[in-house]
Structure formats: structure tokens, C-alpha cells
Nanobody, 125 residues
């Protein structure tokens, strides 16, 4: 089972960008698909996108599709999430997760077994 640690969050102004990273250890990264999620205070966890073992990205959040880019970097043993044109509504804790399966089309049908603790993103207006 993978251990995951997110980084790259912080305080950013509206319109800014962030690149979140998720470092993976403990197993062969190539066996896993990686999902990115976020959870804002008082709201349910929301799936953003998933990067399958074959490199295909499934976008779960249609409203954010144009602002998100997910990538996997095998040599660095990490995955990343680029978020552009940030707005205050993007304020949340962002988590990465991993599972030995292809990405589901709907994150509500996912069964990720490994989760990071998250990184806080705060967008000021």
C-alpha cells in the first residue's frame, strides 16, 4: 500500500495558480491510479480528477475541467495537480488518493485505499 504526502498548498489571491504535489512511497507507483479530491468546510468531499495507470485522465469536476491539469511523474514518484485561475470557492483541503485499479468514471464509485492527509489551499478575494 502506498503512503501519500501532499504539498504545495498555501494562500493565493484570486486569479492565481498553484501546483499541488503528492509524493508516493512504499510500493510501485505504476500499479496505481491517483485521484485528486477536495473538501471545503461544511461541504462533502468532491472528486476533481483521476489519473489512471495508463496515463489517461478522467475529469470528475466538469465545471473545473478547464482550470485543472493532472500529471504523474514516475521518476519523481509523485503526481501533481495544477490549478489555474483560482477563486475563493476553491478554498479547501486538497487530498490525493491511490488505488490499484483504473479510474472510475464517477468518483462516487471509487474505492481508494490510500489517502494523504491533505494540503490547505486558501484563495483570498
Amino acid at each position: 500500500q502506498l503512503q501519500l504526502v501532499e504539498s504545495g498548498g498555501g494562500l493565493v489571491q484570486t486569479g492565481g495558480s498553484l501546483r499541488l504535489s503528492c509524493a508516493a512511497s512504499g510500493d510501485t507507483m505504476g500499479f496505481y491510479s491517483f485521484g485528486w479530491f477536495r473538501q471545503a468546510p461544511g461541504k462533502e468531499r468532491e472528486g476533481l480528477l483521476c489519473i489512471s495507470t495508463n496515463g489517461v485522465t478522467i475529469n470528475w469536476a466538469d465545471s473545473m475541467k478547464a482550470r485543472l491539469t493532472g500529471s504523474r511523474h514516475g521518476y519523481q514518484k509523485m503526481v501533481s495537480l495544477q490549478i489555474n485561475d483560482l477563486i475563493p470557492e476553491d478554498t479547501a483541503v486538497y487530498h490525493c488518493a491511490a488505488e490499484v485499479s483504473l479510474c472510475p468514471l464517477d468518483y462516487r464509485n471509487s474505492h481508494f485505499s490510500s489517502w494523504g492527509r491533505g494540503t490547505q489551499v486558501t484563495v483570498s478575494s
